[in-house]
């Protein structure tokens, strides 16, 4: 019998066939809505406070905060509860509501904010008042070494080896780190895709930095390539998904197919994988699928 942390972990790849331009490249997508908290991020809030219980950062009866546009804060409130563990979590306002009642549902506080920006100085100038521990995923290298252990190994070991080319969308940069930094270890030649919005382009999930935001646990020579997304195009791939390939996703990995979408065209062979970060269902309250 398993708990629900066994859980986390080895999602399965599916091939798509009718959004793939290209016959002679094979396109997978990694179903990262299958974690328990649905979505890739239960792997890195797993690992966040795993690490720092077992390094005694947080001790019982502490108190986590956290900035998140979601995904992450949905994970952290399912796994602090495990841990027995209070979290406040502090969002953009403009977050669906379907995320910030599912982190209620699961006894988070949650506090909305103007943007992702102002919640993440928010976070900070709670936790130096010394009430809270701050996780900062942007950060904490527990991050990216969820999937340096986890995903990182799953593709290489699902694809049979046959991995050429990875493509992630850019919001932490936790998962394209960690994948990148495993992927190369065992074949250089695999290249590293990342997936941000283009000037004027909003897509939850996906970001562009301004430089005093850009994540600390970044580093540029681990990405080969930049491919930049329109908020149209990340829409027009998240329906496409669900209308012709039946996976049923957020607006992110719409954005992540379509750079894997391009990247076949160019190629005269090759076995692409990118992540499909979440589920579709929430979004259903935004206007992604109206």
């Not at 986590?64 to 949905?74: D, F, H, M, V």
């Not at 991995?163 to 495993?182: C, E």
């Not at 897509?203 to 005093?212: H, L, Q, S, T």
Request: aromatic share 6%; net charge negative; with cysteine.
């Amino acid at each position: 019998m398993s708990s629900l942390l066994d859980l986390v972990g080895n999602t399965p790849l599916v091939e798509l066939k009718r959004i793939n331009p290209n016959p002679k490249v094979r396109i997978f997508g990694k179903l990262e809505g299958n974690n328990p908290g649905g979505s890739v991020k239960d792997r890195a809030a797993y690992s966040m406070i795993k690490g720092a219980l077992e390094r005694g950062e947080v001790k019982p009866g502490m108190k986590l905060i956290e900035a998140t546009s979601g995904n992450t804060g949905i994970a952290l409130a399912m796994i602090a509860r495990l841990f027995d563990l209070d979290i406040e979590l502090l969002m953009p306002q403009s977050s669906t509501r379907e995320r910030v009642l599912t982190m209620e549902a699961f006894g988070a506080k949650v506090m909305l904010t103007e943007t992702m920006e102002s919640a993440r100085d928010l976070a900070e100038e709670k936790a130096a008042t010394g009430a809270y521990f701050m996780l900062n995923q942007f950060a904490n290298p527990d991050n990216w070494k969820a999937h340096y252990r986890t995903t990182g190994p799953e593709i290489y070991r699902d694809t049979d080896r046959q991995i050429t080319h990875f493509v992630s969308s850019m919001g932490t940069t936790g998962t394209i780190m960690g994948v990148s930094r495993y992927l190369k270890e065992q074949n250089s030649h695999i290249q590293i895709v990342g997936c941000q919005p283009n000037d004027g382009s909003s897509i939850p999930g996906i970001r562009k930095w301004p430089v005093e935001y850009l994540p600390k646990i970044f580093e540029k020579e681990r990405v080969d390539r930049v491919i930049e997304v329109s908020q149209d195009d990340a829409v027009l791939t998240t329906r496409r998904l669900a209308n012709e390939e039946a996976v049923f996703a957020g607006m992110s990995s719409g954005g992540a197919a379509w750079g894997a979408i391009q990247l076949a065209k160019e190629l005269e062979e090759g076995v692409i994988v990118f992540i499909i970060c979440d589920r579709g269902d929430r979004y259903l309250s935004s206007d992604l699928f109206g």
